[in-house]
């Protein structure tokens, strides 16, 4: 007997009765993207690993542990993506999308880190990623996380707090990274082995440790927001007082720095209590002098990226139900002569009726079965046909949701009268009724 094959750790499948909630995530989601003028793209799974090297960071933790990275059959170093912000900033300045030009642009898809898989964190997760390009101002910032915001509500998410911080410019924060390094040299001995390792080469992330042993020290670190220059912090000011304006609340937390090189001046993260220890929900922030970093003439840039599932985690945590699509006809049919003609007939309805949903019963089963399987589908209505029916070139209509009565049409008139009767579709229910 062959060995039996599973999954990948921390690479999931996603079961047909999960995939309502996603759907909802990501129909949302493009929804309000058109509405903010925002377009799709769509960039490759795998890239060059030198590109989120440069990007994201030689000292991060995502470059130096956590990457899918290999070598091909032609001696290219690539990587698969951990994130979607480099990959579209590459796209955009291959493709000369921001020569002399303003962007709002959004993907989605999955991406991989090698990390310990736990609740809320996978090695291949999903994002929706928002990106804007072209736009110094901190009017983008506030117009960004009002974009977030509404979709919590379209969800029905809630219990979602906002933290935001400014990172200053990267002399602002080099002259920080001076200040935080002497800190916490001066008290190695309480730091932990993690910590330690951050000291040499990325020192902001120690203030994003989460053992509670460093948590006092942490407290005790100083605070980038009072090393700011004045043009940060006048562009920190104005978001803030933007954001307020909009009636969305935030925290300032002088913690905030985010795990990737690449950010400047305003960062943001919403957080909840209902997912243990994977609190981020929705993380982003400024990264004006990524494109140039990455071959492109200087542009301002900001953006963010949600993991669909903690977002779905959150949905189900909260008992929000998740629209189904069920047919809205079941087609019954009872006898060889009924499935013959059946089959032809649930094409001229599918034609007649597009988006409705037609599902006709297959195998065969007594008519008490078939009925039961209707019922189980999910379908608004019955359309019966036995051997009688299709002999006289009619079709019993029964509601199952109703206490209508059957009726019985000839089948030139049963897609103009289903029609009529069927002005919205999408019944909660499975989509088949075995």
């Given at each position: ?36 003028g ?83 964190r ?23 996380i ?136 929705c ?46 006809i ?27 949903g ?19 589908s ?9 051997d009688?029916?299709?002999?006289r070139g ?17 089948w ?23």
């Open positions: 007997m062959a060995e039996k094959l599973q999954a990948i750790r921390g690479m999931n499948d996603l079961l047909a009765d999960q995939l309502p909630f996603w759907q909802q995530v990501e129909s949302a989601a493009r929804e309000l993207f058109a509405d903010y925002y377009r799709e793209m769509r960039v490759p799974v795998v890239e060059h690993a030198q590109l989120f090297q440069r990007s994201i960071g030689e000292h991060t933790d995502i470059v130096e542990r956590e990457m899918y990275s290999f070598e091909d059959r032609g001696g290219d170093r690539l990587s698969l993506r951990p994130e979607a912000t480099a990959g579209l900033v590459r796209a955009a300045i291959e493709h000369g999308l921001l020569h002399n030009q303003r962007q709002r642009l959004w993907t989605s898809g999955p991406m991989f880190r090698h990390e310990r898989p736990q609740q809320g996978y090695r291949q997760f999903h994002q929706i990623d928002c990106e804007a390009f072209g736009y110094p101002g901190p009017d983008i910032d506030a117009e960004v009002q974009l977030s915001a509404r979709l919590w509500r379209k969800l029905g998410i809630r219990d979602l707090s906002l933290s935001v911080n400014s990172l200053g410019t990267p002399d602002a924060r080099r002259r920080y990274r001076a200040v935080l390094v002497e800190y916490f040299s001066a008290r190695r001995a309480e730091l932990d082995a993690d910590s330690r390792r951050r000291l040499e080469g990325n020192p902001l992330r120690i203030l994003d440790s989460k053992n509670p042993a460093m948590r006092a020290l942490v407290d005790g670190a100083p605070r980038l927001v009072d090393h700011l220059d004045d043009e940060s912090r006048r562009h920190f000011d104005r978001f803030l007082d933007l954001l307020a304006g909009t009636g969305i609340a935030a925290e300032v937390d002088p913690r905030l720095v985010r795990g990737l090189d690449y950010y400047t001046r305003t960062v943001f993260e919403w957080r909840t209590t209902a997912l243990g220890a994977q609190d981020a929900v993380s982003g922030g400024r990264y004006d002098g990524l494109v140039e970093l990455l071959g492109g003439e200087p542009t301002p840039a900001i953006g963010w990226a949600l993991g669909i599932e903690r977002v779905v985690g959150l949905m189900q945590a909260a008992g929000i139900a998740a629209a189904e699509a069920a047919p809205a079941y087609l019954v049919m009872s006898g060889e002569r009924a499935e013959r003609a059946g089959l032809a007939l649930a094409e001229r309805l599918r034609d007649a009726l597009p988006g409705a037609v599902l006709a019963n297959m195998e065969g089963g007594s008519f008490k079965a078939q009925m039961k399987r209707a019922d189980k999910g379908a608004a209505y019955a359309v019966i046909v036995g009688d029916e299709a002999a009619v079709a019993a209509v029964k509601s199952l949701r109703t206490g209508a009565a059957q009726q019985e049409w000839s030139d008139e049963l897609p103009g009268r289903l029609a009529a009767l069927v002005p919205a579709v999408g019944v909660s229910g499975n989509n088949d009724g075995r």
